[in-house]
Each structure stands twice: as structure tokens, then as C-alpha cells.
């Protein structure tokens, strides 16, 4: 856990062996203690220099620890120890030094740090504190402004901007170790006062407080209702304004409350969440760690609408060749100018150039014959996809993977039209598919797990948080949808409006509620689909109750609002009213009240006032409900991959953790007493009617969501 060596004869080097992060379990902290003391009772130790094993400095606490109960030497003790040492302890920084690896680099005198190096103090991400010292020390070492931008983002910084900001002494390009060593035997006999960053007078702006106050809106600003990012704020105010000793007593008070917040445990519960989604496992035994993907040197997309030049950019930054294809001149010019305009964009922004080689342009698939993957991206109609699939079945040479953009198609029905069904996966980005982080990988039947795997690494290597779910209508995320927006809608018909139900939403953390959100989006797209399925236009039966289809409750206000032209932004009305078409500052629109009154008055609907409350509990337990099927059926190996989409494809909440976590916090038992509730009072609302795995979970003593895939083991699953 920790490997103590002596070294030049007199230096003490103690590197963390604890893989793969070098994190301060109990044991390493056991370890590191005993190392400590070795090295300041040995008279032949002149200093110390503490690196980590494999290239790792330190990830910081170990956060698996958090789970359970605490043990071994506390942190803070330990780090004190170090920085009140009398002989010199200099920190070779290599890889990471993040959260408590970052702290311990604060107690050390001296810091090298090798110029790949990151650091940062990432727990606010984690919902807790930097408590071992770092809201303390670090204000005191490169200021107030400084420290609390670091610490209420969790931002990484590069060892160059380390350098800068006084935070490193030294940034080399050699064995950060071996550097350590050299400087630490140069610093033996100078005087280390000086360097023990908690002796230091935090330097302290005249207007602190006007300073805090403008962090403190910002934040909450930018994170509704999550409490950490203005923890940290009361934490470097006491930097400011107490000593060390009194400053980490109030650090430790802090963090002791969002330590067993539920926040804390759900943006914990994300973290690992994130890192389960990738590692995807098919009932056949495949899975992530014994099937290889193909590499991919060159892509074709087809189609470059907004899907498509998102999909070109993420490709062309990862490094791939992209041949781009459009149906007509005119378009493919337009799409290439965008996707030129944004690589650009893009490349500026990171300081890089811009990889403009890697992009072909055409009109003909012929020149597709040679890529190694084509991502299809044209409009959502599956005659369309299909006539697309079988002509690049014989364009294509054989080993061409055939993947579909689509964002809820049959995947396997495309794949029945090719001559190479194994080799056809979906790949569901989502708009815009440069900006946002989640695909979906959709397995059909027959993709086999090559094909996944590379699907699977590709999105990693574009940046994107991969997620391997079944083929059904809408797949997970906007299958999952359906029920969230129906509820929304049958909440209007009751008498709640778009800005109320919004509001709740966004109070609960959502960064838009439901109404903004598809005004964004554009209205017309799901009118679409609705068409297109017979739920509304010239095809539904006259005879057909306005307010039912299917034999279940539908309600036709969304059409009616398409009816007038209102997509959304983009047509400057929709839900809401906006300065012009295009605009982005909602306004409720009084046309839209009057719509909804004469919808109620011709119905006879006597709209009621509706709380909050059950805003949040019809819509976030209809959408958990159907993730409960979405598991039974096998769609999602997991409640992680459910939360993971929900997180990084719609905007849920992060501090809540997902919604299948958020099931679990509220408490399963509840959630079915609210659905059954619900179903009572809307029979005809088949989406209300608790799903069987929640009532067998509850049945089971409502088990930790990680525990889930237990009870489901048995079920039939079509990954
Ligand atoms: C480090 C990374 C950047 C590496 O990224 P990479 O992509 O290379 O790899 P992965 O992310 O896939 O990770 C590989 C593997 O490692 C696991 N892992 C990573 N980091 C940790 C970790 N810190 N702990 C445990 N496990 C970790 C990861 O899960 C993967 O495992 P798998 O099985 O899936 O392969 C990247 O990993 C990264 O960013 N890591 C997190 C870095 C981080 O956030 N660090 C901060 C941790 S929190 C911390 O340090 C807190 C400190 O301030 C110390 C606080 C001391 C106080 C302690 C408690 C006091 C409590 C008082 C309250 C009591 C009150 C009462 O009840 O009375």
C-alpha cells in the first residue's frame, strides 16, 4: 500500500501502491503513516519524496470507503503531521493528484510536477468538501478568487497552470520522481517555515464579502438547489477569516453535512454509475472485457442534417476520417460550410487546428466503398433507412460495420434488409451530437459482439459515455419519455400550465422543465410521430373519442398547438412566446391560457389547483415505472445504464442521482403506494399501473439499487 525505500542514501522515498488510482484507503493511509514516522525517526533520512506507483500520483480518498463505515488513521491528522515535519517533503506529481492526492501535495513543502500532470479538487462533483486541509491550505497558498473557482467547479488544471498560480515549484519533462529526489536533496538545511502552507495568512481581498456574494449567486445559478459548491464557499470564508485552527474545524463541520446528505450519495452513486455503464455484458457471455473491437480509421455518414454534422465533427476530433454524404448539391454544400464553420469553432476554442483534412464531401455512395463504418443520420422514416441499408449492402465492401442514427426505429428491421445483419448496430447520438455526451448503442438480435464492441469503443474514443441498451420502440431514454411528457400534458388538461409545471421541475433540478425543453426541441417532430402512427391527423377514426386512442387516455393538446404553426423556438411560439423565431427568452403566452381554458371548458374538464408535489410524483414515478419495464424486459442490463442516459442525454438531475436512484432514495415502497394511488384515480393510464419487478422489489425489502440485477437475473433480456 505503501512502499518505503531509501534512496541517494538519504532520502526517504515513499510511493502509494495502490492501483489503478494509488486512492488513501484505511491502508494506504495505515501505510503512509508508518512510512512517515520511519522517515523522521531515521537519522540517516535527510527528506522525504512521496510519488505514486504506475505514473499516478494520487485519485484522492477512496471513495468506495464512503459507503461504509470509517476506518483507519483519519487524513487530517496524518497530512498535519507531514507539514509539521523538520525535514523536507517534496511531492513528485505525476498522472493525477486529485481531491485528497491533491491535499497531500499541499502539506508537502515542495511540489514537482511533471507537465502532463493534472491536479484538482474534485469533491464537489462527489457532493463533499475538500476536508483534509484543502478549502484551508489551498486559499492561503494562491488566493481567495482563485481557490474558490478551483474548488466550487472541481476543475482539473494543468501542471503548467499549477506552475502559474504558485501551486507547483517545479514542472519537468523528465521522471517527475527523479526530479524530486535531486530537489529534495538541495532543500535539506533550508528553513521550512515558510513552506507549511497553514501557517501562511490567507491573502485577503478588501471586498470578501461582496466577492462571496457574487460566487454564491452564480452557483446557484448554475446548480439549483445542490448544496456542496456553497459549502465550500462557507469553507474558504473561514480560510479568510480564522486561523488554520479554527478554519478546519468549521471544514470538518461542513463536510460532516454533506457527507451524509443524500446528495452526496447520489452524485457518488453517479460516479461509479458512469464507469458500470461502459463495462456492457450480453447474456451470451460477451461482454466489454473479452470481445475486441474492430479499429476504425475511416466513417461515412450519410445525411448531414443537425444529427449528421454533429456526428461528422465528433468523428473528424477523434481523429477519423469522415466521407460525408448528402442526397442533393445544394445540401451537402450548406452541411459542409456548417461543419467546416464548426470544426473551426471547435478547434479555437480548444487551441488547436482545426482537422479539416480528415473531411470528404460527396454525392455518391459509390465512395463509400472503402470505410470501415457508415453511420446512417437521414430523416426518421424507415422506408427511407431501409432503401438507404440495402444500397449500402451493395456498396459496401463485407466487413463494413452498418450503423443507424435513429432514435427509436427497429434496428433489427434494418438490419434484415442487408446482407450482413451481424455487422448493424444503432448508434443513437443526441442533439447536438458534437455537444452532448451520451450514445446509445442499440444491440439488435443478431449484432454480434464484435460489432457492439466497436460501437461501444468508438463512442469512447469520440468522448462520449457509451451505453449499451436493447432494440425497442425508443430504445431506453425516449422510451422512457413517453410517460414524462404524458403526464405533462394530462396535468395541463387538469388545470396546472406549462410555466407551473416547469417551474417544479426546474426547482427539483431539472435545467428545464418539460415545456421549455420540447419548445427547444421543436414541437413538430413528435407531431410527426404522432401522425405517422394514427394518434392524430386525417387517419384517426371520427368516431374515435377526441381523448383516447388505443383504448387509453391521449391527450390532443400538443397537436392542437402544432395546428397553429407553434413548434417552439424555432417559429418563436410554442408553449411559450418568444422575442422572435429562433429566440431563447420564454415568455408564457396568455394564447396559450386561453387555449387550455376553451380545451377545459369544451370538455368540461373543472381544472383544479395541483401542488408540486404531485407535478414531480406523476411525472418522475411514471418515468421510473417504465424504467422498471424497461429492466424486466431486458431493454437495460442495469438501473446504472437507465440513470446514465437520464443524466447525460436528459438533463436529470445529477445531485438526485437518476431516475431509478431517485426511486431508491424516495423509497420503493412509497413510490408504489403513489403510483397505485395515481392508477386509482386515472385507471385509463396503463403507464401508472405499478410494473411487477417494482412491486417484487418491494415484495424483496426494497434493495439497494446496485442490487438490483439480482432480482431480474431470471427475466428474458434482449441485449
Ligand atoms: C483518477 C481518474 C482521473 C482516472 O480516470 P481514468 O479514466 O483513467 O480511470 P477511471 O475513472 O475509469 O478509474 C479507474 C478505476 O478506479 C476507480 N477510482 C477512481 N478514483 C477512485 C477513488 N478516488 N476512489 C475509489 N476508486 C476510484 C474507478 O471507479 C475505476 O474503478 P473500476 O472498478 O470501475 O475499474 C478518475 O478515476 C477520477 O476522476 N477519479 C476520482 C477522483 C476524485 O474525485 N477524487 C476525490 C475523492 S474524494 C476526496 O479525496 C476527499 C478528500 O478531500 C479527503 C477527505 C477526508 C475526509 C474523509 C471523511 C470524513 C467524513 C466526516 C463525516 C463524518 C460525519 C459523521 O457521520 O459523524
Redesign the pocket.
Known sequence: MARYELVKRSVALITLTNP??N???SAVRHAMAKSMEQALNDPKVTAVVICGENG?FC????????AGP?RGP???PLLDAIEAGEKPVVAAIE??A??????LALVCHYCIAHFKA?L????V??G?????G?TQRLPRLIGIPAALELITT?R?ISAQEALKLGIVDQVTEQNACEVAVEFALRAVAKPLSSRRVSMLTTPCPPDLDALLEVVTMEVKKKARGVMAPLACIQAVRAAATMPYSKGIKRE?EL??TL??SGQARALQYC??AQ??A??WTLPSGAQWNNSKPREIRSAAIIGLGTMGRGIVVSLARAGISVIAVESEKKLLETGKQMVIGMLERDAKRRGVSASLNLLKFTLSLQDLKDVDLVIEAVFEDMALKKRVFQELSKVCRPATLLCTNTSGLDVDALAGVTDRPHLVVGMHFFSPAHVMKLLEVVCGPRSSSETIATAMSLGKRMGKVSVAVGNCPGFVGNRMLKPYLDQATFLLEEGATPEQIDKALEDFGFAMGVFRMSDLAGLDVGWRIRKESGLTGPDVDPKNPPRRRHGRRYCPIPDMVCEQGRFGQKTGRGWYMYDKPGGTNAKPDPLIQNLLEMYRSRYAIQPRNISDKEIIERCLFALANEGFRILEDGIAARPEDIDVIYLFGYGFPRHRGGPMFYASMVGLERVLERLEHYHQAHPDVPHLEPSPLLKKLVACGSPSVQTWREHIKTMHSHL
Request: net charge positive; aromatic share 10%.
Open positions: 489503478p488510482v486512492a488513501l484507503s499516478r485519485g484522492g480518498a477512496d471513495i468506495r470507503e464512503f470509517l483519519p487524513l487530517v498522472g493525477v486529485l481531491g485528497g492526492g491533491f491535499e493534472r484538482g479538487l474534485p469533491e462533483t462527489l463533499i468538501l475538500p476536508a483534509a484543502g472541481g482539473h470538518s463536510m460532516a457527507f451524509n460516479f461509479f464507469r458500470t461502459g463495462k
